[in-house]
């Protein structure tokens, strides 16, 4: 039996190892846990460090942009066209918004959205901690509601915007154009690489080719921001530099003058100063309304405008091309005198109509006019005269004079798009069709019609040049450049393209035929143009859209989308001109009865704005 002492001993030792085993299986516990923390301390500060450092900055200091105000665009006399107003847009903060399910279910219950619907936005943006636009422009009610109910919405904010206003819809809408957003492509490309998602940028019109001076630049601010995504302080901030504001040449009245002349006919109006090149009015009919590009439109909406045969989408003033019927007379007599075919004294005897090879063409007058020269050819718009000029002068020779003239190839606008028009000759038919130029066509040329094709400024430039004593200016549409406080960053420029291909006395004599046929009793324009207190010049033209069949004289028998189209050109007063216009309206049958009112009118109405022409008879 062992002592109790060695018992002691014995059970002293056992508790020994039993602790001491303990205490190192829980020590190797212990270690075994600091460096799994340890590891994972490893992992998240230095492997994961910088994305952790990137989410918790987001999460209470944010960078924010500060989107710059548009420029304003106003007409020649400062008078506003063009702003920007306030505008408020609901936007989300993804991880803001926890639990986002429910956040959005309560938004819904203000909005006329579903969950659905608001999900769907936030999934396709993947915004995370950047703001995921819900409605642009939410009106006061939402935004009301919204407000008073912030505290239980994180995540959502409402930002106030500026937003382009138009301030009188559908007015010079060519003209000025429009905005649209920027594409995910546009940000890529570098003239947009400053540019975001749900940017806008011109894309028409002055918008777009002033874009760089309009669009301001870019600033930023960072942002202390609590957890529901809410700002709480301002740390620092870079103002936006706003853009710079556009002044037109055109004149604010003149220009809704010429649009409410229009009325609902299509078609085009240009005015400019003969002495400048600076376009002073310019209407295209049908038009549109700018501000549904900014506000919104339905898929309906967009294409009523795409698909309409009317075309109220192109500015007709520079990109419709149409057959410039008698206008084209200028240009013919012009070829006529320079080149020696005739003078002005020579006499040519008009019975109605000419005979060329086995085809009789026919006057627009019937009996005829007699005998005419040049300048009562001009002013009474003598087919047969014309007739003889082109047999005498051929199509290339004509061809010469026109572009001398500026037709055929675009004017140098700096608005986009803009048409060339088409000037026929020998070698262009033959490569165009494979086919010889035939003689019987040099006479329809010569009066404007066949090939010939010319857009409404193209005229506006030639008469111009006619009224001026022969120089071609480039047409310009800038007056200047200001910024914000004033001060000039562009103007506009008078820039000279070249010089009709003509002698002074060449252009006297012309001038003498325009003036007659406005003032002269048996000037085509002389019924419908004509003002006792200024004296008018111009060329009245009727294009055929197609040509009338055997005994048919009379275009009240065609359809309306077959009659032809009416012309007007001309400036005032005749001696001095201070103002040039072209008129073309589709479809309006007569140049004298169809287009001479409107720009008869409009140029009384610039020269003698006391006395305001009744746009209503």
Known sequence: MTPPSQLQKYFQRVDTDWYRNRLFGFMCFMMAAFLVLGIRLVYMQIIKGGHYYDLAKDNCIRRQRIKPFRGLIYDRNGHLLVENRPAFNLSIVENDAEPLEQTVEKLCTYLTETPKDIMAKIEKAEGGYEPVLLREDIDRNTMAAVSSHRFELPGINIEARARRHYLYPALAAHLLGYLGEVSPAEIRNSRFHEKQKGDYVGRFGVEKAFETYLAGTSGGRIVQANAGGQIVDVLDQVRAEPGHNVYLTIDYELQQMAESLLGDQNGAVVAMDPDSGEVLAMASSPGFNQNHF????????????????????????????????????????????????????????????????????????????????????????????????????????????????????????????????????????????????????????????????????????????????????????????????????????????????????????????????????????????????????????????????????????????????????????????????????????????????????????????????????
């Not at 075309?311 to 419709?320: D, F, L, R, T």
């Not at 019927?325 to 019975?351: F, Q, R």
């Not at 197609?546 to 189209?565: C, F, N, Q, T, V």
Request: net charge positive; proline share 5%.
């Open 294 to 617: 900014v506000d919104g439109m339905s898929n309906k909406e967009w294409h009523s405008l795409t698909a309409n045969p009317e075309q109220p989408m192109m500015n007709k003033a520079v990109q419709g091309e149409y057959p410039p019927a008698s206008t084209y007379k200028i240009v013919t007599a012009m070829a006529a005198l320079e080149a020696g075919a005739v003078n002005k004294e020579e006499e040519i005897y008009c019975p109605g109509h000419y005979q060329y090879g086995n085809r009789l063409y026919h006057c627009w007058k019937e009996i005829g006019h007699g005998h005419v020269d040049l300048i009562h050819a001009l002013s009474q718009s003598c087919d047969v005269y014309f007739y003889q000029m082109g047999k005498r002068l051929g199509v290339d020779t004509l061809a010469k004079y026109a572009r001398g003239c500026g037709l055929g190839s675009a004017t140098g606008i700096c608005l986009d798009r803009e048409a060339d028009g088409l000037i026929p000759t020998s070698q262009w038919k033959l490569r165009r069709y494979g086919v010889p130029w035939q003689g019987g066509e040099t006479l329809s040329i010569a009066i404007g019609q066949g090939y010939n094709l010319v857009t409404p400024l193209q005229m506006t430039v030639l008469i111009s040049a006619v009224a001026n004593g022969g120089i071609r200016y480039q047409p310009t549409i800038l007056k200047t450049i200001e910024t914000v406080e004033g001060n000039r960053v562009k103007s506009g420029e008078a820039t000279i393209n070249g010089r009709l291909p003509a002698s002074q006395n060449t252009l006297q004599i012309i001038r003498k035929g325009l003036w007659r046929a406005v003032n002269a009793r048996h000037g085509t324009a002389y019924w419908h143009v004509r003002d006792k207190s200024i004296e008018i010049s111009g060329k009245t033209g009727t294009a055929q859209i197609i040509s009338r069949k055997k005994g048919e004289k009379r275009a009240e028998k065609l359809e309306d989308r077959y009659k032809p189209h009416a012309w007007f050109i001309g400036y005032a007063p005749s001696e001095h001109p201070e103002i040039a216009v072209s008129v073309l309206v589709e479809h309006g049958e007569h140049g004298s009865s169809g287009a001479g009112p409107i720009a008869g009118k409009l140029m009384r109405n610039y020269l003698k704005p006391s006395e305001k022409a009744n746009i209503k008879e």
